[in-house]
């Protein structure tokens, strides 16, 4: 385990960092932008930023955005972190552990690392704008959150081992963004939390159920 | 051990990149794979690590189709295409850092390992200072480290100095003496021709010749 965690935030380090600084940058101005619209920060701000009620029924043009560059980002990190050891990596890793292991491992990093990046947002918009307003209810919305971005990841990895036809992570990560949006819920914060986590140790009992699938397709595909 | 590849046959989008191979592999042996770029070696090495499937055929380890039951082959270790190493840790914590998911050998291990690849001066320097060659050596030692029974190395000596790619010839050998059996890719026949006990040539994915020395 602490190899792949390690392994893998190095990569996000070395490779990554410059769209993890420019997706946490782009929040924080969005946020402002809106503040500065609204002459408020009243809590639906919060909601907007961290699109947590984005429904693009309703959702503004700037929003929808957000929203889409927002789950592009985790997705995008979730393939990169799933296929990077495929990549470069494979005789050190996979002759050394079980692929059901590193399935589980990989996962928990992916989910590490995104958890690390959501909290940086909350601190830079969260701290300095809506400390008054920490209740319980927010934490649980939170909390919801990090675990429908989960959702979302683990969704992806099983999609992307049924349909692993895709050679680079890009054009895979943009057909997924658009399943997410007309198909995905989008709205975190209608969401019954409680469904949001059965359906995430489901996601996780079936990937290790098809790992074989997923091993074989995803490495093939690179 | 020993090790049966069996009328395998890998297709990558319609083309037939390995055609109906035929090999075996016995313990206490080298045996070395030469073609150009492009006949098919790496793709063979990474069918018998278990990362590709094959289209036809099978390949045994001791009878066992692993590959049929999605697992990877016992015991062995191998360095295929580039290293890959994390920059910031020196030698030495990368060596550690892997000997880590499967806890089967400490310090001591490790350190000979760096020993026989020559990399022991070096073995506090960070991986991003290292230079190809040294890259290609650290490589070597992670397959070397945990004593495997089977080692595949495809193009081990790439970088390497003339000198020092003698002496982990040497090093090869000697472990084959050890019960093991040692596989070489290499498009360089020098390389083979000091080293291997059993030669196949490849092109355009099928064997083309095949002698023992």
Same mark, same amino acid.
């Given at each position: 385990?602490?190899?792949?965690i390690?392994n893998?935030?190095?990569?996000?380090?070395?490779n990554?960092?410059?769209?993890?600084?420019?997706?946490?940058?782009?929040a924080?101005i969005? %946020?402002?932008?809106?503040?500065?619209?609204?002459?408020?920060?009243?809590?639906?701000?919060?909601?907007?930023?961290?699109?947590?009620?984005?429904?693009?029924?309703?959702g503004?043009?700037?929003?929808?955005?957000?929203?889409?560059?927002?789950?592009?980002?985790?997705?995008?990190?979730?393939?990169?972190?799933?296929?990077?050891?495929?990549?470069?990596?494979?005789?050190?890793? %996979?002759?050394?552990?079980?692929?059901?292991?590193?399935?589980? %491992?990989?996962?928990?990093?992916i989910?590490?690392i995104?958890?690390?990046?959501?909290?940086?947002?909350?601190?830079?918009?969260?701290? *300095?704008?809506?400390?008054?307003?920490l209740?319980?209810?927010?934490?649980?919305?939170?909390?919801?959150n990090?675990?429908?971005?989960?959702?979302?990841?683990?969704?992806?990895?099983?999609?992307?081992?049924?349909?692993?036809?895709?050679?680079?992570?890009? *054009?895979?990560?943009?057909?997924?963004v658009?399943?997410?949006?007309?198909?995905? *819920?989008?709205?975190v914060?209608?969401?019954?939390?409680?469904?949001?986590?059965?359906l @995430? %140790?489901?996601?996780?009992? @079936?990937?290790?159920?098809?790992?074989?699938?997923?091993?074989?397709?995803i490495?093939?595909?690179? | 051990m020993?090790?049966?590849?069996?009328?395998?046959?890998?297709?990558?989008? +319609?083309v037939? !990149?390995?055609?109906?191979?035929?090999?075996? $592999?016995?313990?206490?042996?080298?045996?070395g794979?030469?073609?150009?770029?492009?006949?098919?070696?790496?793709?063979?090495?990474?069918?018998l690590?278990?990362?590709?499937?094959?289209?036809?055929?099978?390949?045994? $380890?001791d +009878?066992?189709?692993?590959?049929k039951? &999605?697992? $990877?082959?016992?015991?062995?270790?191998?360095?295929i295409?580039?290293? $890959?190493?994390?920059?910031?840790l020196t030698?030495y914590?990368?060596?550690?850092l892997?000997?880590?998911?499967?806890?089967?050998? +400490?310090?001591?291990?490790?350190?000979?390992?760096?020993? &026989?690849?020559?990399?022991?001066?070096? &073995?506090?320097?960070?991986?991003?200072k290292?230079?190809?060659?040294?890259?290609?050596?650290?490589?070597?030692?992670q397959v070397?480290?945990?004593?495997?029974? !089977?080692?595949?190395?495809?193009?081990?000596?790439?970088?390497?100095?003339?000198?020092t790619?003698?002496?982990?010839?040497?090093?090869? &050998?000697?472990?084959?003496?050890?019960n093991? !059996?040692?596989?070489?890719?290499?498009?360089?026949?020098?390389?083979?021709?000091?080293?291997?006990?059993?030669v196949?040539?490849?092109?355009?994915?099928?064997?083309?010749?095949?002698?023992?020395?």
């Amino acid at each position: 385990m602490k190899y792949i965690i390690l392994n893998d935030i190095s990569f996000i380090i070395n490779n990554r960092k410059r769209i993890v600084f420019s997706y946490l940058l782009i929040a924080t101005i969005y %946020f402002w932008y809106n503040v500065l619209i609204d002459s408020s920060k009243d809590i639906y701000l919060l909601y907007k930023t961290l699109s947590l009620d984005y429904n693009y029924n309703n959702g503004d043009w700037l929003e929808t955005l957000m929203y889409v560059y927002s789950i592009t980002i985790y997705i995008y990190i979730a393939l990169s972190l799933l296929t990077k050891d495929l990549k470069s990596s494979a005789s050190n890793i %996979f002759l050394r552990i079980d692929i059901r292991k590193w399935i589980l %491992f990989k996962i928990f990093s992916i989910h590490i690392i995104s958890t690390l990046i959501l909290i940086c947002m909350y601190i830079l918009i969260i701290l *300095p704008n809506y400390m008054n307003l920490l209740s319980f209810d927010l934490y649980i919305l939170l909390f919801k959150n990090i675990l429908y971005i989960f959702l979302i990841q683990n969704v992806i990895i099983v999609l992307l081992a049924i349909f692993s036809k895709f050679k680079t992570v890009v *054009p895979f990560t943009i057909i997924l963004v658009l399943t997410n949006i007309f198909v995905f *819920p989008t709205s975190v914060l209608s969401l019954n939390g409680i469904a949001i986590l059965i359906l @995430f %140790f489901f996601s996780i009992i @079936f990937l290790l159920v098809i790992y074989k699938i997923l091993f074989v397709n995803i490495f093939e595909s690179n | 051990m020993k090790i049966e590849i069996r009328n395998v046959s890998k297709l990558f989008n +319609g083309v037939d !990149i390995i055609k109906d191979v035929n090999m075996n $592999f016995e313990s206490n042996k080298i045996y070395g794979l030469i073609g150009r770029n492009g006949s098919g070696k790496s793709v063979l090495l990474k069918m018998l690590c278990g990362f590709y499937d094959t289209t036809k055929g099978e390949i045994l $380890f001791d +009878g066992v189709n692993v590959i049929k039951h &999605k697992t $990877f082959p016992p015991n062995t270790r191998a360095l295929i295409e580039k290293p $890959f190493f994390l920059p910031d840790l020196t030698g030495y914590e990368n060596l550690e850092l892997l000997a880590s998911i499967q806890k089967k050998i +400490g310090r001591d291990e490790i350190l000979l390992a760096l020993e &026989k690849v020559k990399l022991i001066e070096e &073995k506090d320097k960070k991986f991003s200072k290292y230079s190809l060659g040294m890259k290609q050596k650290l490589g070597i030692a992670q397959v070397l480290m945990e004593n495997p029974t !089977i080692m595949i190395f495809d193009e081990p000596f790439n970088g390497i100095e003339e000198k020092t790619a003698n002496e982990l010839r040497n090093v090869l &050998k000697e472990e084959a003496k050890k019960n093991k !059996i040692i596989i070489i890719a290499s498009h360089i026949k020098d390389d083979i021709d000091n080293l291997c006990d059993e030669v196949y040539k490849l092109d355009n994915g099928i064997i083309i010749d095949y002698y023992k020395k």
